[in-house]
């Protein structure tokens, strides 16, 4: 069987030293397909300037990086966005760069091997357009303006 991360990342240095008071990610997804509902886990992982494969976490190493938030795929929709349950994802954005997350199943990071076919496709940031792009909506106390949506870069 394969096992996949996903790496999404925005530039959140415009909001410098305001409070965060929230942050919800949304990915859009394109394809589900499981026999067994999973919860895909967002954690915090800087893997520098180029996500490559040199950046793969393993399964087991996945739970040293901060958990920020979290998506069962029990009853949910394709086409449209889903939003990750915070964990801690306040706390965690770089209000002074970039904010760097990796998306595993949490049965990878178990060591859960799969009875089939069990993933989510999430569009990205290269998707034709941006109605699809992944969203980090931050909400933070910035003067005259306490209220940006980041689209990935």
């Known amino acids: 069987f394969f096992c996949y991360e996903c790496g999404v990342q925005w530039d959140t240095s415009a909001i410098g030293a305001d409070a965060i008071s929230a942050a919800t990610m949304s990915l859009w997804a394109t394809t589900a397909v499981s026999t067994t509902d999973f919860t895909s886990n967002a954690r915090l992982y800087d893997w520098g300037a180029t996500?490559?494969?040199?950046?793969?976490?393993?399964?087991?190493?996945?739970?040293?990086?901060?958990?920020?938030?979290?998506?069962?795929?029990?009853?949910?929709?394709?086409?449209?966005?889903?939003?990750?349950?915070?964990?801690?994802?306040?706390?965690?954005?770089?209000?002074?760069?970039?904010?760097?997350?990796?998306?595993?199943?949490?049965?990878?990071?178990?060591?859960?091997?799969?009875?089939?076919?069990?993933?989510?496709?999430?569009?990205?940031?290269?998707?034709?357009?941006?109605?699809?792009?992944?969203?980090?909506?931050?909400?933070?106390a910035a003067a005259g303006n306490p209220y940006y949506a980041y689209a990935q870069q």
């Open 51 to 140: 996500l490559t494969s040199a950046a793969f976490v393993a399964g087991a190493s996945l739970s040293g990086n901060t958990l920020l938030a979290t998506f069962a795929s029990a009853g949910m929709s394709t086409g449209a966005y889903s939003d990750f349950t915070d964990v801690a994802n306040p706390a965690n954005v770089n209000a002074a760069g970039a904010t760097r997350i990796l998306i595993t199943s949490s049965r990878l990071e178990a060591g859960t091997e799969p009875g089939g076919d069990e993933y989510i496709v999430w569009s990205s940031a290269n998707t034709a357009g941006t109605t699809q792009d992944p969203k980090l909506v931050v909400t933070h």
